[in-house]
């Protein structure tokens, strides 16, 4: 008996897949009301600074394994097994964590089996995304990521309305059950496609970033269809693992970190920095659409280097936020998280560029580690202005989130070099082969 929505005629139904990836990708929004736990957590559970940050830093260390876990299976059994997996193991957190009243069962469950969900279904829908729509990949992963940032802007404000009529630990209980039909219903229009589907119409070209006049069919047996072996011998891996390690600090502060700092920085009350932290969500949104679509058309590279710039502004400019500068600070903070939506709806698509979709799905978990060690750092480097002699001065927050911006603006420059030269060389290969 099938499950899932058929796979005929896929052309069309393509687009109903697209709207369930979505949905699947706002379940992972929860994972964005962190900020909102931090208060409560050191109100009403003995939690503190350093505990709470200890258990983001543990669950982004298991979330490189799981994620790797996670890739490996899911090229072996199937986006549907996987991400099935993902939804039960999201509403065993939420019980866990409405039962608790102490840090360590709280901890656990984040640590586990909030992270896990979180990591492979990012993986499952991206990989499914990837393979529907080898002709519109960066626009397919972008309008799919916006189901975590539009969810995000949604359920971040929803939630600290449950925390402030149902309580703290039933707000948990509400959320698990939701999330957990959501993902259920959804994942029934979401089939994972044959291998090797073409829409019809489509020819494939390459697309790494180059310009247009240089995009050539026959340059793409250099390229793409490499398995995670190949994938590690090519010199781009490591600048592409390391780009984003770099420049997604910045966004992981934004996403994550945001609500307790707004009330620290510029002295607004848990309610508006719920809010902000929803218009922060509503600018990603915008961003992974608006900055996806158009990587499509002049290279995602191209967009990359733009968007390590504008991360790099944004960050500069939040040094110099002070109390009571509510407008300036959101100003740039929405600049920020609109930067930042791009980074993670054009990532994802150029590691399909560069290696092929084939093995997506283990390539890009593999890949996926660097911007899960940024979030390993993000709250470290977040709560610099939090203690000790620099305890409400954030600017060495966001100067050296700023400097890690402005190396990874390099790198994205040096990788489109990389890439083009390479081309040149393909070329005046196959041109001498032809004489």
């Keep these: 008996m099938r499950l899932q929505m058929s796979t005929k005629n896929l052309d069309k139904t393509r687009w109903i897949a697209l709207a369930a990836g979505i949905v699947l990708m706002s379940t992972l929004s929860y994972a964005s009301t962190w900020s909102l736990m931090v208060n409560p957590m050191i109100e009403t559970r003995g939690a503190t600074d350093k505990s709470m940050a200890m ?29 099935i997996s993902a939804i039960f193991s999201l509403a065993v957190c939420q019980f866990i964590c409405a039962w608790t009243t102490t840090v360590l069962p709280f901890g656990i469950a984040d640590v586990i089996f909030l992270t896990w969900q979180g990591s492979v279904v990012y993986i499952a829908v991206y990989a499914n995304m990837a393979k529907l729509f080898p002709d519109k990949k960066g626009t397919a992963i972008a309008i799919s990521g916006m189901g975590i940032t539009g969810g995000s802007m949604i359920f971040v404000p929803f939630t600290q ?4 009529t149902l309580g703290f630990g039933n707000q948990f209980l509400v959320t698990g059950i939701l999330f957990t039909i959501m993902g259920l219903a959804a994942l029934f229009f979401f089939p994972k496609p044959e291998e090797g589907y073409v829409p019809k119409g489509y020819e494939p070209v390459f697309d790494a970033g180059e310009d247009e006049g240089d995009q050539d069919e026959t340059l793409n047996s250099g390229f793409v269809q490499k ?32 609500a307790w700092m707004a009330q620290d920085i510029v002295q607004v009350s848990a309610g508006k920095a719920a809010w902000m ?13 608006f900055w996806g679509t158009v990587a499509d058309k002049v290279g995602r590279l ?5 968007l390590a710039a504008l991360s790099c502004l944004s960050m500069v400019g939040l040094m110099f936020i002070g109390a009571g500068q509510v407008v300036l600070f ?17 990532y994802p698509a150029l590691i399909a560029d560069l290696f092929g979709s084939k093995y997506y799905g283990f390539n890009f978990s593999i890949c996926y580690q660097a911007i899960m060690l940024a979030s390993m750092v993000a709250p470290w480097i977040a709560v610099l202005g939090r203690s000790g002699d620099n305890e409400g001065n954030y600017a060495i927050t966001f100067g050296l989130t700023a400097a890690l911006c402005f190396i990874g603006f390099i790198l994205a420059i040096v990788l489109r070099k990389m890439k083009k030269d390479n081309i040149e060389v393909v070329k005046k290969i196959k041109k001498e082969e032809a004489v």
Excluded: E, R
Aim: avoid cysteine; charged fraction near 10%; proline fraction near 2%.
């Design 161 to 164: 309305y449950l925390i402030d």
């Design 55 to 83: 258990i983001f830093t543990l669950a982004t260390a298991s979330g490189m394994l799981f994620s790797l876990i996670g890739g490996n299976l899911l090229d072996k059994i199937g986006s549907t097994k996987v991400i």
């Design 277 to 289: 932290l929803s218009g922060v969500f509503l600018m990603g949104t915008l961003g992974k659409l």
């Design 330 to 346: 959101t100003v740039l903070i929405f600049l920020g998280s609109f930067a930042s939506g791009g980074n993670s709806s054009t």
């Design 302 to 306: 191209n967009i990359l280097i733009v």
């Design 227 to 258: 398995d995670w072996k190949m994938m590690i011998k090519d010199p781009a891996f490591y600048i592409a693992f390391a780009m984003p390690l770099l420049v997604n600090v910045a966004g992981q502060i934004l996403n994550y970190q945001l």
